[in-house]
């Protein structure tokens, strides 16, 4: 039996469930949950030399959401902060 999921249907915590399995290392993880910016911002240390790679990690997350069909997009908060938002706006 197959189930088909319908944009309406995510919720951000369905969202979230969802994307957290499509994770491949903590770094998308924080990403997912919240505890690391999506700009990269910030990263410390060692970390900063390696800008580039975190980089890639949140593009492939990204597309890896978008080819499940989670709904997610970028806001911009206050100060110019940038936060992910899973789910939809429903």
Known sequence: MTTT???AA???DTAID???DLCRGSYQR???TGHQRWSGADLRGEA???GAR???SRDAIAARMTAAGIPW???TRKRGLLVLVLGSED
């Open 5 to 7: 999921t319908t944009t």
């Open 10 to 12: 995510w919720t951000e």
């Open 18 to 20: 969802a994307a957290l």
């Open 30 to 32: 924080d990403i997912i």
């Open 48 to 50: 900063r030399k390696w």
């Open 54 to 56: 975190y980089r890639a």
């Open 73 to 75: 997009r970028i806001e």
